[in-house]
């Protein structure tokens, strides 16, 4: 795997940390917004031949990639349901036609009762590498393997002059990464993603590769996908790991995010569609496909407006062109006494909201699918192609105000460090909501009034003065890995000193499971809640032990893994041992630094 260049290996002298720190202070100046009632197009409009005519998956095409299905076992839980076991009869099944075109992938084969497994998942993709042609170039990565063994791919996608890290940031051009099945039970997006790897690699989505390179993870979660379950092989949530990093699986993620650096990632899923919703509201799911954005602390504001104007917009329209229905995401815990629904949670654990702090545009896709069997694939994989194919095109007509709006976003990000506040932890507004949904019997419409929790507009729970940085002692070296995972720089202290920092003092503590707006988060075990009060004091810090500044582009990220009092930090989860391993640096440290390997 390509690793990004390191930085010099050696650096001394307090004068250069602390000239770095103060001139990040200076302020960073705001690039004009392009105007929204401009079109995308007068910024990056490619020419009207390179124009993707909708729909995809109309027919095969010479040289389509073809696997082999009569001999693909059945996987558990990837079975048809008979229709005696589905949760709603013909009325409500008449409510979802199939599209007008068909998709073509192993797993969707007339006859078959298995969706695509991981073998032929990387068949196909490792024939479609093969298989490149002209100017475009195809390359499967081996991202590291499942807890079970099992190969976990990526296939990039590029007209630059080579598919390693260094060719495509010198191609100038955007890198978007698509990913699916993080939940082993949620098909649809690994099936949509085969569908567009091959409509990128030699198909009607190829000419898009003029203005992007795109990277496909089709299966994040092979274990889960080959039983059926929605967690990884251990019984962890992944899709709740993107922080800790405790699975192979999330790790293998992080690491392609890190090298590669994507301005947009977009998590393709799939949503319960009757369960506890058909047990607290006696109804139906009726939405195509749900939508959500990163919603958490400190998100960039200038990531999110993009997020909303130049992606959430087009897409909402695409859907609506293509008679699909959709919703901001929503969810509701697994208790049946509790009757909020919740959009999508606001901690930094989800590969969504992760990435928010990754200064990339963050975007969920989730269509009607867990609970339902094959019923209605070809519709959900028709939402998830429609859905991901418009973030694509997004990033092909925004290409310029993207990396305009990142490079701000790094520079400003960086230069609040030892200024003003940060949000150390937020959480959603509570409101109501009218949610359409579906009779059981009739498959009529169906509103339902709710109580809402929406994370569109947060609350801050908790906020304090932002530090310069955050010490570690030595014996945090596997939190520190972790940081350098997620993108952090991490400096190794070289020689003693002292620094004035905020140590915190523990003024209470219990044990409690993680949860989320589900419930308790999958595999998460017993977490430390303690209760913190930051006291300023000059504190001794050895050699060996760790500096991690906020002077740099990820600076939220520290916040979010290193403030104690939060259930995501990493000494809630015990990566971090003892408080006093920990501090928050509150003034330019006059140390000497190497970094970390």
């Known amino acids: 795997m390509d690793t990004l260049p390191s930085r010099p290996a050696l650096r001394r002298g307090a004068a250069l ?45 010479p040289g389509a990639v073809t696997a082999p299905v009569s001999e693909s076992p059945i996987t558990p839980g990837a079975v048809d349901a008979p229709a005696a076991e589905l949760p709603y009869g013909a009325a409500v099944a008449a409510r979802f036609p199939d599209p007008p075109v068909r998709y073509d992938t192993p797993g969707l084969a007339d006859g078959r009762r298995a969706f695509t497994t991981n073998a032929e998942l990387t068949q196909w993709l490792r024939q479609l590498a093969a298989a490149q042609r002209g100017t475009t170039r195809a390359q499967m990565l081996d991202l590291g393997l499942s807890q079970r063994s099992e190969p976990i791919h990526a296939l990039v996608l590029t007209r630059a002059k080579g598919t390693d890290v260094a060719a495509l940031d010198a191609s100038g051009r955007p890198t978007v990464l698509l990913i699916g099945q993080q939940h082993g039970d949620e098909p649809a997006g690994s099936e949509a993603l085969l569908v ?62 890190r090298n590669y650096r994507p301005i947009a990632i977009v998590d393709a899923h799939e949503y319960t569609v009757a369960g506890r919703f058909l047990e607290k509201f006696q109804a139906i799911q009726r939405y195509d496909v749900l939508l959500q954005h990163a919603t958490t602390a400190n998100v960039p504001e200038f990531m999110t407006k993009a997020a909303l104007e130049w992606y959430q917009q087009p897409l909402v329209k695409a859907l609506g062109d293509a008679g699909l229905s959709q919703e901001w995401y929503y969810t509701t815990s697994t208790r049946p006494d509790d009757l909020r629904v919740s959009m999508g949670g606001t901690r930094p654990d989800t590969g969504r909201n992760v990435n928010g702090l990754k200064n990339a545009v963050s975007l969920l896709v989730e269509t009607r699918g867990v609970g339902i069997g094959r019923t209605h694939i070809q519709r959900r994989v028709h939402s998830q ?54 009779d059981p019997d009739t498959g009529a419409d169906k509103t339902v009034r709710v109580d809402w929790d929406s994370s569109l507009r947060l609350r801050a729970l908790k906020h304090r003065a932002r530090p310069c940085g955050y010490w570690l002692g030595a014996g945090a070296a596997d939190a520190v890995e972790r940081l350098k995972l997620l993108g952090l720089q991490v400096m190794r202290v070289a020689e003693p000193g002292s620094v004035l920092a905020d140590i915190y003092q523990e003024n209470s503590r219990d044990t409690a499971d993680r949860q989320d707006v589900r419930g308790t988060v999958a595999g998460s075990g017993q977490i430390i809640r303690a209760q913190v009060t930051p006291v300023r004091s000059a504190i001794d810090v050895p050699a060996g032990s760790y500096f991690v500044s906020l002077n740099q582009p990820l600076s939220n990220l520290a916040v979010a893994a290193l403030e104690p009092d939060t259930q995501s930090s990493y000494f809630a989860n015990r990566l971090i041992a003892n408080l006093a391993d920990t501090a928050r640096v509150m003034a330019p440290p006059s140390l000497v630094f190497e970094e970390t390997d």
Request: some cysteine.
């Open 385 to 438: 192609v429609t859905a991901l194919t418009s973030t694509l095109r997004s990033t092909v007509e925004r290409a310029g105000n993207l990396e305009q709006v990142r490079s701000f976003v790094a520079r400003d990000t960086a230069a609040q460090a030892c200024r003003g506040e940060v949000v150390v932890e937020a959480g959603p507004t509570s409101t109501q909501h009218d949610l359409l949904m579906l």
């Open 196 to 257: 567009l790897a091959r409509e990128l690699a030699q198909g009607l989505l190829e000419p898009m590769l003029e203005r992007i390179n795109v990277i496909l993870v089709p299966r994040a979660n092979p274990d889960g996908a080959d039983a059926g379950q929605r967690t990884t092989a251990n019984g962890i949530d992944m899709n709740r790991d993107h922080l800790l990093l405790q699975t192979p699986e999330a790790r293998a993620l992080a690491r392609l995010v």
């Open 17 to 61: 940390l602390a000239a770095a720190v103060l001139s990040a202070c200076s302020s960073t100046p705001l690039p004009p917004w392009p105007d929204a009632s401009t079109s995308p197009g007068t910024v990056s409009q490619p020419p009207a031949t390179r124009t993707v005519p909708p729909p995809l998956g109309t027919a095969p095409r």
